[in-house]
Nanobody
């Protein structure tokens, strides 16, 4: 099993950048496809980005394409989300998640390990 801990959230002005990290414990991190999701107050959790275990395939939500970059370092058991050109609508709690599914997926229900979340607040 893998346990996940996010960090790197904070308060930033519109147009700024943040880099989120998700550190995983356990020796099986490299077997999992990883995803980032976010949830704003009063809204459902939504997909942000996902990456295969090898990093060979990546998917993004349309709302973050060209601004966010997901990456991973299996040697460090860490997945990252670089967020540039942040907008107020990016304000949310950001969660990383791991899935043992055969393919990388945008469906939250297919992720079986979740971190506790980190708050990102973007001011206008």
């Amino acid at each position: 099993q893998v346990q996940l801990v996010e960090s790197g959230g904070g308060f930033v002005q519109a147009g700024g950048s943040l880099r989120l990290s998700c550190a995983a414990s356990g020796r099986t991190f490299s077997r999992y496809h990883m995803g980032w999701f976010r949830q704003a107050p009063g809204k459902e959790r939504e997909f942000v980005a996902a990456i295969t275990w090898s990093g060979s395939s990546i998917r993004y939500a349309d709302s973050v394409k060209g601004r966010f970059t997901i990456s991973r370092d299996n040697a460090k058991s860490t997945v990252y989300l670089q967020m540039n050109s942040l907008k107020p609508e990016d304000t949310a709690v950001y969660y990383c998640a791991a899935t043992g599914s055969a393919v990388v997926t945008i469906r939250a229900t297919l992720y079986d390990r979740w971190g506790q979340g980190t708050q990102v607040t973007v001011s206008s």
